[in-house]
């Protein structure tokens, strides 16, 4: 056997070796998960994508060296959801028009290879899917200003089973989706909780036309500023109008700027309803190679 062939046989008996490593502290990290499903024993929903989402911050913080952070991320991805899969029963509804099927590779990216994944024709049938539990999370549009019927309007409710957002997709950037200009929020009846990194979303309905500019200044009473404003009118059904609002950082519905807004607003509101938020997704900067040895 030449030199070079006992080198090469060295580096891969090495990479066995770190392989096992890998393994074994892959076997003890699911034992440690088994600990939080015996605390979470008795949820109806387990999921907990600020977890997750904080969890990708602080991996693509301290990651360096050349595996690029993008495959990372991915790996983490097949990992978190393979946990959830033993710690309930997990599956997916996803929107899937004809001519569209860039959501559906959206879907598989965030929850990987093997989660059960049902198609819908419309966001309305993914939120009635998800409010009846036949599917744990579900796969929606990002909101559009032209839509003559925003799946968003089915979820401006407080009955405790109406799913809100949780997350906005893709949450690793660049990937090889079929059409990369889509996005999508994620749904699940379950409340916002804070990573930092925070959008909150608000519907707010009323009788008459307040106007965008309204919303926003009221924002502002509360301390918080606008992403976006869209509406839906409906001139046969009262409240005709419903604002759907996107706030920058973490609105708490039980804290002190959510009754702030609704002060700001004012009589002309019949009722503003919290819908959710997710934990901003990752940019380009956060999976850009770190050269740092």
Known sequence: MTDKLKALKAVRHEIDSIDDQIQDLLIQRTKVVEKVREIKHGDDVKIRPDREAEMMYRLTARHHGNFPKREMCRIWREIIVATLSFEGPFSIAVIDPEGMPGYWDIARDQYGSFSKMSRHPTGRSVVEAVRKQDAVVGIVPLPRGDDPDPWWRYIVSTTPDTPKVIARLPFVPDSNIRDNSLEALVICPIQQERTGRDRSLLAVE???????????????????????????????????????????GFVDPAGKQFPRFIDSIGDSAQRIVHLGGYGTPLGKQDVAKDNKS
């Open 206 to 248: 009323a009788d008459e036309e307040i106007g965008a500019r309204r919303i926003e200044d009221a924002l502002n009473s509360a301390g918080v500023s606008a992403a976006f404003v869209q509406r839906w009118h409906d001139p046969q059904r009262p409240p005709g109008w419903t604002y759907l609002v996107e706030a920058f």
